[in-house]
């Protein structure tokens, strides 16, 4: 089986596995997501200790994310994909126009002063507000691999910042999840993805 994605570029994933080429050759999957695993949570523990009031959630933040996260595994990480990837039915931001796409999305996340002034709102007023970037960012799907995880420990940080906890994923289901991740990519609704959210920000004033 080739990779769960299709891919208009395939040099990318080593031939005949799912694994992505990476810099210490692993071609076992199982052995991949583990080492992914142990650097995500390594980056929960670093960005948390990073975070003060001069955070800036902006789009260096966001590449940088991705980038010190998974460098030690991948080449790519923190680079932006220049080639066309959909999956199923959902097909993401064309390769050409990721970087112009991204600078929209962080630009007007900008105007929103980077969502760093919302301890005043409600809950539910935050979600919509995460939920709608959250949205654009999976419809982006800028990086190459690890969209998923990136997107959320930037919205976790995000959520940290103000006054809450991690967003709590456990309260939907994967199959959820990817649903809701459909609608926002084929239909720009981020309504099941708001609910998921909302379901999953607790206060916690740890910041
Ligand atoms: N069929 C689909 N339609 C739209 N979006 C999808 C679909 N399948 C997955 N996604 C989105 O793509 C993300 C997965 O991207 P990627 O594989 O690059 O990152 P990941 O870190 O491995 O993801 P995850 O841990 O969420 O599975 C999912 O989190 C979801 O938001
Ligand atoms: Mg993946």
């Not at 570029?9 to 050759?25: A, E, L, Q, R, V």
């Not at 066309?84 to 970087?99: D, H, I, L, P, T």
């Amino acid at each position: 089986m080739a990779s769960k994605y299709h891919l208009e570029n395939s040099s990318f994933y080593i031939d005949g596995t799912d694994t992505p080429c990476n810099k210490i050759n692993i071609i076992n999957s199982i052995e991949i997501h583990e080492l992914e695993k142990e650097l995500i949570e390594e980056a929960y523990s670093v960005f948390y200790d990073e975070l003060d009031e001069n955070t800036l959630f902006d789009e260096i933040y966001f590449r940088e994310l991705h980038r010190r996260t998974f460098e030690p595994l991948y080449e790519w990480a923190g680079k932006y994909r220049d080639f066309n990837m959909f999956k199923g039915e959902s097909r993401f931001c064309q390769g050409a126009y990721v970087s112009s796409e991204s600078q929209k999305i962080f630009d007007a996340l900008r105007v929103e002063n980077y969502l760093k002034n919302c301890e005043t709102l409600s809950a539910e007023e935050f979600a919509a507000k995460i939920a709608y970037f959250k949205c654009e960012l999976i419809a982006l799907h800028p990086f190459y691999e690890l969209n998923g995880r990136i997107t959320r420990l930037f919205f976790d940080m995000m959520a940290v910042f103000n006054g809450y906890g991690y967003v709590d994923y456990s309260t939907t289901t994967p199959e959820k999840y990817i649903e809701a991740s459909i609608e926002c990519v084929q239909f720009a609704d981020c309504q099941k993805m708001e609910k998921i959210i909302r379901d999953g920000l607790k206060k916690e004033n740890n910041f």
